[in-house]
């Protein structure tokens, strides 16, 4: 009977497709709009966060912030550098958000408490599978490209190992970074 429940509950499923597409279009006007100087952008990270009121926001970093924040300490730097808690740049894309949280509070109150962690458990995997589809296909744009190559990221605060973060940075990005990427982990 659980199993036919899921079942139905997977049918009027959250549109993935279009999330992704409203995702990247954000992402995409986030740079053009709120990015001033493109050469001195070094890094962006999606950022998920799948409990509580569900939202997606997108986090940057310039070399010029950076420089600021460490200025002779080296040894702070690679924390600095990839802590996306600690970045200059970010806003919360309401937009994106809205249709998680009307996914999640419909199935808060459809669901048992057991039923709700399983759907949401796997609507979060996925979610977090189309944040990376949507930097691949980020790095493809002419937006990206006017860029200076910065480096791309998707984060879920607390919910990762350390070796599975070091993959998802080197997945998006390759493995030339991968020592002082683990460095600040």
């Known amino acids: 009977m659980r199993f036919g429940i899921l ?3 997977n049918k009027k499923s959250f549109d993935y497709e279009k999330f992704e597409k409203n995702l990247l279009v954000a992402i995409e006007d986030y740079v ?3 990015v001033d100087n493109k050469d001195d952008l070094y890094i962006m990270s999606i950022e998920y ?3 509580f009121t569900t939202f997606v926001a997108i986090r940057a970093n310039t070399y010029s912030y950076l420089k600021g924040k460490v200025g002779e300490n080296e040894k702070d730097y690679t924390y600095y550098k990839y802590c996306e808690e600690e970045w200059e740049l ?3 894309l309401e937009g994106v958000s809205r249709d998680l949280q009307v996914e999640y509070k419909e199935k808060e109150t459809k ?3 057991e039923q709700f962690e399983e759907l949401q458990a796997e609507h979060a995997s996925k979610i ?3 944040c990376k589809t949507v930097m691949k296909k980020f790095k493809e744009t002419d937006t990206y490209k006017k860029l200076s190559d910065p480096y791309l990221n998707v984060y879920i605060r607390e919910r990762f190992t350390k070796e599975e973060i070091i993959q998802v940075f080197c997945e998006l990005n390759g493995e030339d970074n991968r020592e ?3 460095e600040w982990l």
Do not use: N, Q, T, V
Request: hydrophobic content about 25%; charged content about 45%.
């Open 7 to 9: 079942k139905k509950a």
């Open 32 to 34: 053009k709009l709120k």
């Open 49 to 51: 966060f799948p409990e």
């Open 90 to 92: 970010g806003e919360c």
């Open 111 to 113: 669901y048992d408490d």
């Open 128 to 130: 977090f599978a189309s």
């Open 180 to 182: 002082e990427y683990s």
